[in-house]
């Protein structure tokens, strides 16, 4: 088991950056992949960021460039990077841990960017 606890979200204007913590614990050793999902408003759950246990990372287009995931293992803990906001960033934003054949994942944080 894998317990994630996000946090960090809220409203911002158009360029503005946030970043996003995720506290994690449990049995975090078996954990092969991490990453940030978002759920825009009316819209299903989009993966936009991944981190696996290697340090290698992957971007959805849509925030390449702009947003970074990034984690602190002596804190357990992982972030998200959001840098030069737009409002189609709008969304609940989900960590989750991937131990294969499970993925755990926290209760969510809401960012909202005005124009």
């Known amino acids: 088991q894998v317990h994630l606890v996000e946090s960090g979200g809220g409203s911002v204007d158009v360029g503005e950056s946030l970043t996003l913590s995720c506290v994690m614990s449990?049995?975090?050793?078996?954990?092969?992949?991490f990453g940030w999902s978002r759920q825009p408003p009316g819209r299903p759950r989009d993966h936009i960021a991944y981190?696996?246990?290697?340090?290698?990372?992957m971007y959805d287009d849509s925030v390449k460039g702009r947003f970074t995931i990034y984690r602190d293992n002596i804190k357990n803990m992982l972030y998200l990077r959001m840098n030069n906001l737009k409002p189609s960033d709008t969304a609940v934003y989900f960590c989750?841990?991937?131990?294969?054949?499970?993925?755990?994942w926290g209760q969510g944080t809401q960012v909202t960017v005005s124009s």
């Open positions: 989750a841990a991937d131990t294969k054949p499970q993925t755990f």
């Open positions: 981190l696996t246990k290697d340090d290698r990372t």
């Open positions: 449990g049995d975090i050793g078996n954990v092969d992949t």
